[in-house]
Structure formats: structure tokens, C-alpha cells
């Protein structure tokens, strides 16, 4: 399968953002869906993820901000994100987790700046 993510840019202190991740098959032969970021010099983290079952979880470091959704019909996954700050400056991947493996995107950067 093939994810694309779009929406990033660039975006003041305090604003928002919606990430779109649109893969090139059914997201139901997925349990779950998720999005990672990773910024200059660090590891790759856990950003939000979605099962098929429409359960939701969050980084404690995003919670009551983003939101994570998916659109079946679309099959596309959503990454709405409020209240940026200088700590969420990053590049943004979608993840796809399946029994067999786990897909990736090419990323989407985010950049918070005044």
C-alpha cells in the first residue's frame, strides 16, 4: 500500500493544522492507523493512532490538541491539530499497521514559527 500525506506547513504559535494521510487501498486491511513525527536530531515518536474499531489513543504530549479521524469511504486518515507550539515542529509520517507489516509515508513537514 502506498500513504500520502499532505497538510503540513508552515504555522504561527497557538494555530492549527489538519493533516490528511490518503493510502492507495482499503484502510480496513489495516487494525490501525497512525501518525508519528520526528524532529531534527531526534528519534521518531508516537504521535496518535486510530484501530479499525474507531478507538482512538494519544501521546501524553498531544492530548486535549490533536485529534485523530478517518474517513473510510475516503480512505483517508486525519491528524487535526490545535494549539501548536515550538514542540510540535516536526516532519509528520502516517503509519498503517497490519498482521503482516507496517507501511510508511514520505512524510509531511510541520513548522511552528512567529
Known amino acids: 500500500v502506498q500513504l500520502v500525506e499532505s497538510g503540513g506547513g508552515l504555522v504561527q504559535p497557538g494555530g492549527s493544522l489538519r493533516l490528511s494521510c490518503v493510502a492507495s487501498?482499503?484502510?480496513?486491511?489495516?487494525?490501525?492507523m497512525a501518525w508519528y513525527r520526528q524532529a531534527p536530531e531526534k528519534q521518531r515518536e508516537f504521535v496518535a493512532l486510530?484501530?479499525?474499531?474507531?478507538?482512538?489513543n494519544y501521546a501524553d504530549s498531544v492530548k486535549g490538541r490533536f485529534t485523530i479521524s478517518r474517513d473510510n469511504a475516503k480512505n483517508t486518515v486525519y491528524l487535526q491539530m490545535n494549539s501548536l507550539n515550538a514542540g510540535d515542529a516536526a516532519v509528520y509520517y502516517c503509519n498503517a499497521k497490519s498482521t503482516s507489516g507496517e507501511s510508511w509515508g514520505q512524510g509531511t513537514q510541520v513548522t511552528v514559527s512567529s
Open positions: 486510530i484501530t479499525s474499531a474507531g478507538s482512538t
Open positions: 487501498g482499503s484502510i480496513f486491511n489495516f487494525y490501525a
